[in-house]
């Protein structure tokens, strides 16, 4: 099936397939054709430019673009996806003055997300997750990463691992699954979380490893969660079982975590809120993706990780939803790209490339996603009538879209 898109008022993001991402001064700028054509093929990008060249070929059927513009669907690099119920008891105590830190004492947080996923069955999850999904992709997302993580032990961590792998293949979106080992410390193993950790590297790792259920491995390193020593044991033993490593550090203190990520040749490290000089000398320093949450810095009343500092320092930034039922219960990358141009003093040049190419980077998909390229995905989306791209993060909290295609297939409209 051949599908021509014609008279694009912009077509954003048209990017060489050699370039995996961007880094900090190159994301100031945003590749576009305007009065453009787009042709793909079945699930593929086959050819684009501007209208004067567009192909004389046979195709299947033509879409009069008009005053609309084409990007690349969103990548976000980073999710907890698959959850059993939502947390808004929890929400309501931090407005009446709890912190997210006083809440996980009283047995809420994770524990409290783990506890109910623990107890729900393998359908259900599926099913609850299956809706956020589908919420997700018509919001734009055509690339997904999913975490484990509300498991906190082996036999719930694999329903979750599972439920990702059959929503990958079940839907069109390109989904990317990552076994978040080590989240919180169960209440069973407060005073004795040496063998907590050692059953995650002696049991849980070289099972999820040998069931293929994971690419990435991730660990929550934080004070009160797992620290320094520990996040290495754990990281370094997924290593060991071809895991990649994409680590949650820094959310609330800066104490080691960056520089151990880096050091770890982490593929990227997620959160950030907190960022010091150090830290940022010692990202310049590896291979490490940072990728920001605004969400979670919304949702929580947190700082917004440094954008500018890291751009300005020409390091690559990718941002992403964070979605999860505790610090960002929405999946909503159009809201993620405003966030960052109104609280984290990005322009919309820079939000959109960390949220499209620098986002499929930050999962390993910048071969497949991320851009409009000739042989990436065809996964599109197409705005409503808008004057210039900048509307997007401008309207925060309109739907500017009107159509998604996700493997060269459309979305909303059928
Ligand atoms: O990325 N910080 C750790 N994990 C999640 C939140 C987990 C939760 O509160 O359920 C996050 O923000
Ligand atoms: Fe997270």
Redesign the pocket.
Known sequence: MKILFKNIKGLLQTLDNSIEYLDGHQMKKLSKINNAFLLIEDDQIIDYGIMNDSPTVDVDKVIDVKERFILPAWCDS?T?LV?SES?EDEFVDRISGLS?QEI?KKGG??LN?AKKLQEETFEKLYLKSALRLEEVMKLGTGAIEIKS??GLELSAEIKMLKVIDKLSKNYDALIQPTF?AA?AVPKEYFDKKDLFISKIINQWIPKVSEMKLANYIDV?C?KG?FNIEETRSIINAGKDHGLIPKI?VN?FNSFGGVPLCVDLDSLTI??LEVLNDQDINAIKKGNTMPVA?PN?SFF?NIPYTSARKIMDNNIPLAIAS?Y?????PSGNMNFVVSLACSKMGMSPEEAINAATINGAYAMGLSKKAGSITKGKKANLIITKEIPSYSMIPYSFGSNLIDEVYINGKPLLNT
């Open positions: 980073h907890h959850f947390r997210y996980a947080g994770i997300s993580g509300y978040l989240h929550f934080e969660y949650h959310q997620d959160h949450l979670c929580l964070d999860n039922p505790g610090s960002a």
